[in-house]
């Protein structure tokens, strides 16, 4: 008699351990759920439905139709869903695929993505770690990315000054085709642009245009580490540092090295946009003029700079950017 006693012991344990899981599971699922109600009430993110899935392994949070505003600035799609281990809360992954909505006082942007997830580090505290964006297939107006990888990561230094780097980030975009109507003396696909960045001084408390201005005039900077571009046989690499005037526009002064340009200029006369006898002087005072990058690959040293709209190459002009309408607050 006393052998079968632990069978049914084993049971009752079982299920008791099973009932307290199950009671764990759904009280973390409601937890996640209201602090979600709270943050939407905050913000004023709306959605067409909520629904909790995944039990028992997985807590999995999906919204149909996920909706929100910033700013002027609004933001629609398909669905969002979120995903995390009932066992640890401070790993969550988003995927987002499908189409997205923005609108702004600029006019709307459609964009569709065949993948698009977000990798959401938290610490015990629950403040952000860094987050890692993949998406791939992303098209949007005419224009196409194969891939696109971005990370930012926080940082939390002791004392923060227009001098010490708050925020740390990157972003590669691979095979991005551009659309139809945009000049592409080079070929209609970039293989690579690739970014590396610091932004320093303290970060705005909030996305207004306001904030970001008082930012740019406590002397905050953005420091890029890294501009990296391949286009068909034209490559660039580069670093220097953005910021902006007292006018809110957009200010450059970057340290790059150029290889390929000699088809760049080759491009251009074909084009009619310079006369060949001037391309093939030019391609001779830039052969003068290279010297062996790090690979031994002749590259030009072009300092590239942007003030008041204007982007030099040296001290040649090579186009204008328009200016930043920022909206009124």
């Known amino acids: 008699m006393t052998l079968r006693r632990p069978l049914p012991i084993l049971v009752a344990a079982l299920t008791v351990l099973a009932a307290a899981y199950s009671a764990y599971w759904f009280h973390v699922a409601g937890t996640l759920r209201k602090g979600l109600d709270e943050w939407a009430a905050r913000v004023g993110a709306q959605w067409d439905k909520a629904e ?9 949070l999906t919204l149909t139709a996920p909706r929100l505003t910033v700013n002027g600035t609004g933001w629609q799609a398909d669905a969002v869903t979120a995903q995390a281990s009932p066992f640890d809360l401070t790993r969550i992954t988003v995927s987002a695929p499908g189409h997205h909505h923005l609108t702004s006082a600029h006019g709307d942007v459609e ?3 065949e993948t698009l997830t977000a990798l959401v580090r938290l610490d015990l505290a629950g403040r952000l770690e860094d987050v890692a964006v993949t998406g791939d ?5 005419g224009w196409q990315v194969g891939r696109i990888e971005l990370s930012v990561t926080p940082l939390a230094p002791a004392i923060i000054d ?3 780097a708050t925020l740390q980030a990157r972003l590669a975009a691979r095979e991005l085709t551009l659309a139809e109507d945009v000049p592409a003396f080079l070929g209609r696909t970039i293989g690579l642009v690739d970014l590396a960045a610091q932004w320093k001084g303290a ?5 207004r245009p306001r904030s970001l201005k008082d930012w740019a005039a406590s002397g905050g900077t953005i420091e890029l580490t890294r ?3 391949e ?6 690499d580069g670093e220097g540092t953005l910021a902006l005037d007292p006018a809110g526009q957009p200010l450059a002064a970057l340290s790059t090295r150029v290889r390929g340009l000699p088809v760049l200029l080759d491009q251009l006369a074909e084009a009619g ?10 391609k001779f005072l830039l052969m003068m003029l290279s010297k062996p990058d790090a690979q031994g690959r002749p590259a030009i040293n072009a300092p590239v700079t942007l003030q008041d709209g204007a982007v030099f190459l040296g001290p040649a002009l090579l186009t204008r950017i328009p200016p930043i309408i920022w909206p009124e607050e």
């Open 162 to 164: 227009h001098q010490t």
């Open 203 to 207: 970060l705005p408390v909030d996305a």
């Open 111 to 113: 964009l569709t993505a």
């Open 227 to 229: 501009l990296g571009i």
């Open 231 to 236: 286009w068909g046989k034209l490559a660039l």
């Open 273 to 282: 946009l310079i006369q060949p006898d001037a391309a093939n002087a030019m």
């Open 52 to 60: 909790t899935s995944g039990f028992p392994f997985r807590l999995t």
């Open 137 to 141: 297939g992303i098209a949007s107006s």
